[in-house]
Every structure is written in C-alpha cells, then in structure tokens.
C-alpha cells in the first residue's frame, strides 16, 4: 500500500486529504479517461493519458445537457443523451469532440445509449407516460422499454413489452444477448405493472427476442439493480435491493447460463463496481468501520482465488473530524483496458478528484485537477 505523504508544522502533523500525483508514474499511463463533467453544465469529457494535464470538454457544441457517454470498443465513438427534462435524443461525436450530430430524434425520451461490443447496434432506453409526483416538481416515466438502433440511426426495434419498465441493462461480450434490471411481471397480482412490483433480472436474446428470467424463485421483497455481464461472459453481477431500493444492498455474482449464485460481497451505498477487461476480478466500494470511524475504500475480489484484497486505505488521510465518517467517498471504478489499473473518484470536501491505484494496490496517486466527475470508461 502506498504510504500517505506527511508535513509536520510545529508538533502537528498534517495529513493530506488526497493522494498527490505523480508525473512520473502518469507517464506510464496510457489510453484516455471518458466522463460527465458537471462543473458548467452536463458534458462529456475526457482526459488523455498520460499527455494529459487537464480535462477537456468534448461535447463543445452542446446546446442542452449532454449526459450518459458510452465508448465505442475501437475507442473512436462515443454516443450519448443531448436533451431536456422533457425530450432528448441520442447523439454521437468522436473522441476529439469532431463531427457531432443526432442520431436518434423524435419527441421520445431517451437514456442511457450503449455501444454493443462489435460495434454493430446501439441499445438504450424510451421512457414514456410521464408524470410529477404528489407534492413534488420532479417528473417521473411510469413505463420504459428497451430499443436497439444501428448507428447511423435506422432499422430501430423495441425489445421489451411497452407496459413495463426497464431501468437498467448491460450487453452480453458477444453482443448477442443483453441482461436488464426491469419490472416486467404483476408479481404483486393487483392487475398492473407498477413500482409496487421488484425489479428482477432478464435475459433478452437479441435473435430470438426471447426474454427469460436469470434467477427464479426470489424472495418477493427482494429486487435486482445495475446488472453488468462480465467480460468473459461466464457472469453477471448485480446490487440485490430490499423492496425497490437500490442504494443499499449486497453486490451479487451469478453464473450468467443457470442463475446460480457464486458470491455476494458488501458493498458501500452507492454500490460501485466494475468488471475486469480478463472477467475474474471485479473492483468495489466497501464501507469498513475502524474503531468508531468509518472509511470507504476499494477492494478487489478475484473469483478465481475467492481472494479479497484492498487497494485504498483513506483513514491514511486526513479532512474534517467526524464520529461515523472521515469526510471521504469513493465512486465510479473504471479498469485499465490492460487491467494493471483502476481509476476512480475520489470526493473530498465538495470536491472531485480522479485518482488511479495500481490493481495490487500498490500504487495510489491523483491524475487530474479537481472537479466534478463522473467517470464511465477507460479507453485504449
């Protein structure tokens, strides 16, 4: 573990509140960081290693929010959301912020596009039946569907029943097939598909528009969030939430061709992971108690070995007294497409900064300024 840098004023020591960067371990970096940047706005940016000092906005000509980036595989494209509370529509522009332009626009609203793996269709979501909740101002969608277009646009097709909703999805390596998060059953009988009935997960095969369950016979209480197929395809992984809540919940592994269950970990609201580019580790955030102080840091659990270990160690830094919390959170692990790293978001004292830990741990330095990210795909 790399040791914390310290400064002695007086009989005080001083500790950092976030690891320092270093240039030199910098220049071994290589390929680019893709994110929202939300300091002015939502836009997609990203930062280029290990040339980088700053990072740069792509989405220069955004007229709206741009949001919700997704890389293609060659690391040329990227798609995402450009829009309003009330419409918004997918675009695309390469990775030097050249030749943006609309690729799907009509009056839906549209979320979360995705490259499939060889490049071949872009999936995302239509939210429709929009409506503001009692006492609120905040607008919601009673139901969502899942649409798969080519990328100049055309030939688009809707995959899941309109009646239902699916909030989250994750494509299969072969492209084949895609796993989603979707209340898609009248589990509780009261003759609709609503927000009373848990999300379970489904596999949607693209040749055979077939949809089938992944884990039968779960608890009715219980639901299924944020699924994520593993690289290797042999597993998918997701947050396990009690009633529909998804912020708190055990990170569950299961074998992609039965639904059998592998492992479950712990994990830090939130719940944060990330796949390995080989498919047998995958990196978390776990909340861990040290005496009556509480810390978020990464870990890696190997599912070859069953092998846990972690990669950060933040009481190892210092920022404002707390009795449950030392003021640090983590969010957002991103593998190195060689899998020696793990990029991460690093959140101190209303501040973003983007921090790298070597996937032994290592090595933990800071590669950007401070900001606000979210960070979504390390690219070659």
Not at 185 to 206: G, K, P, S
Not at 208 to 216: A, D, G, L, Q
Request: proline share 5%.
């Amino acid at each position: 573990m790399m040791a914390a840098i310290a400064w002695s004023v007086g009989c005080a020591t001083l500790r950092p509140s976030v690891p320092v960067r270093d240039a030199e371990t910098v220049s071994h970096l290589s390929g680019l960081l893709m994110m929202e940047c939300l300091s002015s706005g939502a836009r997609i940016c990203a930062f280029d290693l290990p040339t980088g000092r700053r990072v740069r906005v792509v989405t220069l000509d955004c007229e709206e929010n741009c949001l919700e980036p997704s890389l293609s595989s060659n690391s040329a494209k990227i798609v995402f959301i450009q829009g309003s509370s009330q419409v918004s529509d997918v675009w695309q522009v390469d990775v030097n912020g050249h030749d943006s332009q609309p690729l799907i626009q009509d009056e839906a609203f549209k979320a979360d596009p995705a490259w499939s793996p060889d490049g071949i269709l872009i999936a995302y979501r239509v939210l429709e039946d929009p409506y503001t909740l009692p006492n609120s101002t905040l607008q919601v969608h009673r139901h969502s569907s899942l649409h798969v277009a080519s990328p100049d646009g055309t030939e688009e097709d809707r995959l899941t029943p309109q009646d239902g909703y699916v909030s989250a999805f994750s494509w299969a390596p072969d492209g084949d097939q895609i796993v989603i998060s979707a209340r898609l059953e009248d589990l509780n009988q009261d003759n609709f598909i609503n927000h009373r009935d848990r999300a379970r997960l489904y596999i949607v095969d693209l040749t055979s528009r077939e949809i089938r369950t992944v884990i039968p016979d779960v608890a009715p209480e219980l639901s299924m969030h944020r699924p994520a197929w593993s690289s290797d395809g042999e597993h998918i992984a997701y947050i396990e939430g009690h009633g529909d809540l998804e912020a708190h919940g055990d990170l569950v592994i299961v074998k992609a061709d039965d639904g059998s269950e592998v492992t479950r970990l712990e994990v830090a609201p939130g719940g944060a992971y990330s796949w390995s580019p080989g498919g047998e580790e995958i990196a978390y955030v776990k909340f861990r108690v040290a005496g009556r102080v509480g810390y978020d840091d990464l870990f890696v659990f190997d599912l070859s070995t069953q092998d846990v270990t972690c990669l950060t160690d933040t009481s190892l830094y210092s920022v404002f007294s707390a009795e449950e919390l030392n003021g640090i959170t983590l969010d957002d692990p991103v593998w190195s497409p060689d899998g020696r790293y793990v990029a991460f978001v690093w959140k101190v004292r209303g501040k973003d900064y983007i921090v790298v830990v070597s996937a032994d741990g290592s090595q933990l330095f800071r590669i950007a300024d401070p900001g606000q990210y979210h960070l979504v795909a390390w690219g070659r």
